[in-house]
């Protein structure tokens, strides 16, 4: 069985329906590439499975237990971490304080606040520096520690190379390809098809608020025409 | 001539400090939970007046520290247990806009503040400071109250504690999280709703306390709920939402305003209040120090 299932999963805003019955399993240990155009409902499912924005219909189970219209204090207590897009990190805290806060709640894991460290060693230089002092790619950095910290199962992060130079995404694919090999289940919205295809084993397609193609990364690869007409690029 | 002008205008300047101290203690808990929740909590004032009774009920007849500290105590807790009470009642209005929010809390301060009119009168009662404090001394050569110039370091000791907490711990972290992007506090696994009733609880017990601290020099009577709301709302806009820092700064600004401009230029006295308040917005729409605008 697979980590997370997800099954006609419905959810909006109050200005209507975004996702209109997302179909979604993850597996622990594999990475997830979720692809599809701007405005196709990435970023809402994304935020659906992390509670942050309302299910208004459909099932969502990880390892069996219900999360579908949960608060996101439950959903992250069950396992599951969100990186968000625009790293929406706390500008005044610390990268200390970050570091304090995630850890609070944390869930025994491998993931140790040394570990962690040892991983993104840029954020260890800059402990007491304010967060909002940070460059682009440190901000991404402290978004993936803090999510980390919180020892998940299941980590969804929204497009984290957004605006990075290409060695911090070098970095950040490291670290992705480090949560695959601790057992975790990763979902990666990806607009940089380059990251995607270099850490996901599979790819799944949304349009129009739903999963509407999902396959291999190598068979995806192999199918321009398919990647040309869901995405938009050959 | 800087001097002179000083001497001249101190004992304004020193109510001026003293009414700062008041507000800011009024003001922090109003500024914090309106940053963080987006709860504009307007019955604030009413849980200023409620402090303002019990001190009347426990320091009105005659001067006393035990009098005064129980009314102080006794402001904690009632304020403490409305703040859970409001924090309850405006939960399921969390993702409502704030007007739905200033309503609720709108028509409970009118139900408070007409409960306490009904059970204590219309006459403004008198709440004593405690022995040694209800006496004048010198100040530079100027006659001034006791209290007012201990409620100008009562007022510094509860900053320096607010700010220790608030910037300081981990708890203060978690506000401070809060106040910056709560989302991101409960996708760690925080329930939103315990800071919220811890800290609408904190807030709500300050306002109560400042009624009793700000007894001795307003008494006790309808309309004050107003009056220190309006007060406390200017300050949290100036200053900033959930800005401890800002409330501070800006509760100073507005105890001069409404002293010092009101001896200086007593014709444009309340003109000035809200002057101060509209050339702050124009200049900085946020506030003084604040991380996010009002709306």
Redesign the interface.
């Known amino acids: 069985m697979s980590l997370l299932e997800v099954q006609g999963l419905r959810s909006g805003y109050h200005r209507g329906t975004v996702l209109h019955g997302v179909d979604l399993s993850l597996d622990a240990g594999r990475v997830t590439g979720l692809l599809g155009r701007n405005g196709v409902g990435k970023s809402t499912l994304v935020g659906t499975l ?3 924005v309302r299910a208004s219909a459909g099932s969502v189970l990880l390892d069996g237990v219900p999360l579908a219209g949960r ?3 439950v959903i ?2 069950a396992g599951v ?2 990186v ?1 897009q625009g790293r ?1 990190i ?4 610390t990268v200390d ?1 970050h570091l ?3 850890g ?2 944390a869930r025994s894991s491998a993931w140790s606040r040394e570990r962690v460290l040892s991983l993104l060693p840029r954020l260890a230089e800059r402990l007491a520096q304010p967060a909002g002092t940070l460059s682009g790619g440190e901000q991404q950095m402290l978004a993936v520690a ?1 999510a980390l910290l ?1 020892g998940p199962r299941l980590i969804l992060l929204d497009e984290p190379s957004e605006g990075l130079a290409p060695a911090i995404v070098e970095q950040i694919g490291l670290a992705i390809g480090g949560m695959r090999d601790e057992g975790m289940a990763v979902l990666l919205v990806e607009q940089d098809l380059h990251l995607a295809f270099a850490v996901c084993s599979e790819v799944a397609v949304m349009d129009r608020g739903r999963i509407v193609h999902r396959a291999s990364t190598s068979d995806f690869r192999r199918d321009p025409a398919t990647a040309y007409r869901l995405l938009g690029v050959a | 001539m800087i001097v002179d002008w000083f001497d001249t205008n101190l004992v304004s300047i020193l109510n001026g400090f003293a009414i700062g101290s008041l507000l800011f203690i009024l003001a922090v808990g109003l500024s914090i939970v309106f940053g963080m929740m987006d709860v504009l909590n307007l019955a604030h004032g009413a849980l200023y007046l409620a402090g303002a009774y019990l001190g009347y009920q426990f320091a009105g007849d005659t001067s006393s520290w035990l009098g005064f500290g129980t009314a102080l105590g006794a402001a904690a807790l009632v304020g403490l247990l409305a703040g859970g009470v409001l924090s309850t009642m405006t939960e399921p209005l969390a993702r409502r806009p704030h007007l739905d929010q200033a309503l609720l809390t709108l028509g409970v301060a009118l139900v408070v503040a007409e409960l306490l009119a009904i059970s204590y009168g219309n006459d403004v009662l008198r709440v004593n400071a405690p022995p040694g404090l209800n006496e004048s001394v010198q100040v530079f050569g100027r006659t001034y109250p006791a209290y007012r110039l201990a409620l100008i370091g009562v007022g510094l000791m509860i900053a320096i504690a607010v700010y220790v907490v608030v910037e300081r711990t981990t708890i203060g972290a978690l506000v401070r999280a809060s106040v910056a992007d709560r989302d991101m506090v409960s996708a760690l696994g925080v329930d939103n709703r315990k800071v919220k009733l811890a800290v609408l609880g904190a807030g709500s017990a300050l306002a109560a306390v400042a009624g009793v601290l700000g007894g001795p020099i307003y008494g006790a009577a309808p309309g004050l709920d107003e009056t220190v709301l309006i007060l406390a709302l200017v300050v949290v806009v100036i200053g900033g939402l959930g800005s401890i820092k800002g409330a501070f700064i800006g509760a100073l600004v507005i105890g001069q305003v409404e002293s010092l401009g009101r001896a200086l230029v007593p014709d444009l006295a309340s003109f000035m209040l809200f002057g101060a308040l509209a050339l702050v917005l124009i200049v900085r729409p946020r506030g003084l120090f604040g991380a996010k605008a009002a709306g």
């Open positions: 992390m509670g942050l608060r996101a204090d992250a207590r971490a969100l968000p929406r706390w500008p005044a805290l304080e304090q806060l995630s609070r709640r803090r919180t």
